[in-house]
């Protein structure tokens, strides 16, 4: 099943605007539907597939994908429960395992062998994941302020805000609340707040306004005890040691999440892996200015991509 809405460009003079698409995926409760934006060429063999955080959407990557689509088909999903996506009739399959079993699906829709990885926050540990097992797609992998290890006071902090996402008269107050959950990502403008913010929310028949986001999404998340969270970092640190291709770790100077010792670890157990930190922000940078995007494009492409 497929739909070509167009959406809008984050700069339509300097790239032409998405397709918005949907895929159909399945959980042992039954289907629904993942949707993505893809950018460039749809017959271009040479995919780069970007994964957002736990409450955000595929369209953080709308100036990542525009710089990119020159190279590459670019195809940024909604993980379930996320932006245009379906929210899972069953809670407890908001879990890794399910994130991995859909992006497979969606690497299968897409008609590839191998597909490049962009993954920020959750969507690095799902990168993570899939990279690390035996015949898997992945080619290259950036992860972007995340690691095996998560350090204890940020799944604090995401725990006091997660599923509570509140009602908001305006899509300017809204637009702001969400600003004010993530101030991690950088001195960002006003602008270009509400450019990743906006195609957060909805608007209901009331006409508040409302993070899209399943707060459902909290409950596994909230039900992590410190047993089965250690089991499933030593799991996480044996894919990521399996992981054959090269892996950037970029990590926000400031970040609450990833430590610099875990940035330390990973590129000393990792088989092929480097890292970069940028200053000035946490967790975790937002890559919507050029410096930034171009450390993504020297990465996966070899250059920055903006001549002076």
């Known amino acids: 099943m497929t739909e070509t809405t167009p959406t809008a460009a984050a700069n339509p003079a300097a790239a032409p605007a998405p397709v918005q698409r949907y895929v159909q995926c399945a959980s042992p409760t039954g289907l629904h539907r993942m949707a993505y934006t893809e950018w460039g060429d749809p017959a271009n063999k040479r995919v780069l597939v970007c994964v957002h955080g736990l409450t955000r959407s595929g369209r953080d990557f709308d100036r990542v994908a525009a710089a990119l689509a020159d190279v ?6 909604d993980v379930a429960g996320r932006g245009l996506s379906d929210w899972l009739g069953d809670p407890n ?8 079993a859909d992006m497979v699906t969606l690497i299968a829709r897409l008609d590839v062998e191998s597909v490049d990885w962009f993954g ?3 969507g690095g540990v799902i990168g993570m994941t899939l990279a690390g097992l035996p015949g898997s797609p992945i080619r290259k992998l950036l992860v972007n302020d995340i690691g095996p290890h998560i350090e204890p006071g940020a799944l604090d902090r995401i725990r006091d805000y997660l599923g509570k ?14 600003a004010s959950l993530a101030p991690g990502f950088g001195p ?4 270009e707040w509400y450019e990743i913010n906006a195609p957060l929310m909805r608007q209901r028949e009331d006409g508040a306004w409302v993070l899209r986001y399943d707060p459902a999404i909290a409950q596994p998340f909230a039900a992590v005890n410190p047993d089965a969270g250690l089991g499933a970092e030593q799991l996480l640190w044996r894919l990521f040691e399996a992981i054959p291709g090269p892996v950037l ?25 480097s890292s970069v930190e940028i200053a000035g922000v946490g967790h975790a940078p937002a890559f919507l200015d050029a410096g930034q995007i171009g450390i993504a494009r020297r990465f996966f492409v070899g250059d920055d991509g903006y001549a002076s």
């Open 120 to 122: 920020t926050s959750m």
């Open 188 to 191: 960002l403008s006003a602008d």
């Open 93 to 100: 399959r908001y879990v890794v395992p399910q994130y991995v």
């Open 249 to 273: 770790v970029v990590r926000g100077g400031e970040s609450d999440l990833l430590s610099t010792q875990t940035v330390a670890a990973m590129v000393e157990r990792g088989q092929a892996v």
């Open 72 to 77: 590459y088909r670019v195809v940024c999903p």
């Open 165 to 178: 996402p509140g009602t908001f008269g305006t899509l300017r107050e809204a637009v702001d609340y969400a």
